[in-house]
């Protein structure tokens, strides 16, 4: 079994300050977990995912994230904010990745990022 | 250029008809899934089809139907008996049990 939340479904920062989106995981094995990104009448992008080798994701638009599994999060961080990160963040937890199982994604409800000037 | 694609973008349709979305990708990638999107709710698996001619259900399949005749092709049938069918709906790709790539959605309303 496996469920994923989202600690906030919204969140407001200032450009060009960090940016932190919560996100914790319940899993009965080791699994994989993603962030994906939605702008307005988009379709998700892939930012990052973590599949058991190194603990801290780099992704692209400057986006990071670090599996704890002690604490079961993957929170995703970004050092500066900027206008065009504003759009709904998704955090997907998922069965190990060859393991036959991967159309069991388990989505988070999403948080909004606002971003002001 | 490759990736997925839907049409149309918007949708509208009578209560009461059929409705089919389209999704193709060119990535050749062996699985297909489709998803409905709900405002504050995140994604629920309708369909998933990871290899031509097989497909199964997801969680909510209920008042929908797909087919899987060519790799790249993987249509959605909104039927008549699926009781609150105005969503956001998306489609995805990817290799067998890996990460799934998104298209761009078809929002689909019903009146």
């Known amino acids: 079994a496996q469920s994923v939340t989202q600690l906030d479904s919204h969140v407001s920062v200032s450009e060009g300050t960090p940016v932190l989106l919560r996100c914790n995981y319940s899993?009965?094995?080791?699994?994989?977990l993603f962030w994906y990104v939605q702008h307005p009448n988009k379709g998700l992008q892939l930012l990052l995912k973590?599949?058991?080798?190194?603990?801290l994701v780099k992704g692209i638009n400057g986006f990071e994230a670090e599996f704890k599994k002690s604490e079961t999060s993957f929170h995703l961080t970004k050092p500066s904010a900027h206008m065009s990160d504003a759009a709904e963040y998704f955090c997907?937890?998922?069965?190990?990745?060859?393991?036959?199982?991967?159309?069991?994604?388990?989505f988070g409800t999403g948080t909004r990022l606002q971003v002001t000037l | 250029d490759g990736g997925i694609t839907q049409s149309p973008k918007y949708l509208f349709r009578k209560e009461g008809q059929n409705v089919t979305l389209s999704c193709e990708q060119n990535?050749?990638?062996?699985?297909m899934y489709w998803y409905r999107q709900d405002p504050g709710q995140g994604l629920r698996l309708i369909y998933y089809?990871?290899?031509?001619?097989?497909?199964q259900k997801g969680d909510i399949a209920e008042g929908y139907s797909v087919s899987r005749e060519k790799k790249e092709s993987f249509p959605l049938t909104v039927t008549s008996a699926q009781k609150n069918p105005t969503a956001f709906y998306l489609c995805?790709?990817?290799?067998?049990?890996?990460?799934?790539?998104f298209g761009p959605g078809t929002r689909l309303t019903v009146t």
């Open positions: 089809s990871q290899i031509v001619n097989d497909f």
């Open positions: 997907v937890v998922s069965p190990p990745e060859g393991t036959g199982t991967a159309s069991k994604l388990t």
């Open positions: 995805a790709s990817g290799e067998r049990d890996y990460e799934q790539y």
């Open positions: 990535l050749n990638h062996d699985a």
């Open positions: 973590y599949t058991s080798a190194a603990t």
């Open positions: 899993s009965s094995y080791s699994p994989s």
